[in-house]
């Protein structure tokens, strides 16, 4: 069925960490569910590390999963984005808590907040910009966020930005502003051909 590929179309290319520690993700609860409800994949890229947290209920009643910020070596405050419902879940500084329906999943973006405009999630790949975002660098001087994405031809995708109050002033490039709310802002992105595109938004001073 055409939803099927699409889910995974978001699984593809597989992607694993360079370098020490873990390339792929890990179960967190290991010791104490079989099988395991919980895992992480810490994203090491060089503009930026994250977490994806994967949320598993494999029984037929609902079930509460909670996630400790401290066993992922965060401390607040954390942004969180749900990939599959692709929803900004605001900001927690030392756990989440959330009841799964059975037999479902939950997949989390998880960043440490900062003091200016990020990245919070893409809509591209279930890692959320471990795969499409090459780049993406913060200029204070210009309060200009900016980045590189690799797009393919025919498979445009969402990049959500959390600029807190800040307004954008202007946009470059391929990106496309579709909604602002909550302070968060959702770019589509395209290409008319399968290439890497850079692009920038500028920001209102504080």
Request: charged share 20%; net charge neutral.
């Amino acid at each position: 069925p055409p939803e099927r590929l699409q889910i995974i179309k978001k699984a593809i290319p597989v992607y694993g960490n360079s370098g020490p520690g873990f390339q792929f993700g890990r179960p967190i609860d290991l010791l104490e569910n079989d099988p395991p409800t919980m895992w992480d994949f810490e994203i090491h890229r060089p503009f930026a590390s994250w977490h994806v947290v994967g949320l598993f209920n494999w029984s037929e009643n609902g079930t509460t999963h909670t996630i400790d910020f401290g066993k992922l070596g965060l401390t607040g405050p954390i942004h969180l984005v749900d990939f599959w419902k692709n929803q900004y879940l605001g900001t927690y500084r030392k756990s989440f808590s959330t009841t799964l329906p059975p037999m479902s999943c939950q997949v989390l973006a998880v960043h440490k907040v900062k003091e200016h405009p990020m990245i919070v999630s893409t809509t591209r790949h279930i890692l959320q910009g471990a795969t499409e975002t090459l780049e993406s660098a913060w200029n204070a001087r210009s309060s200009t966020l900016s980045g590189t994405s690799h797009v393919i031809k025919g498979n445009p995708f969402e990049v959500m930005i959390f600029s807190g109050v800040r307004n954008p002033s202007d946009v470059r490039n391929a990106l496309r502003l579709e909604s602002s709310e909550q302070g968060i802002l959702r770019f589509r992105i395209s290409g008319e051909y399968t290439s890497d595109i850079d692009w920038a938004v500028s920001f209102n001073p504080q």
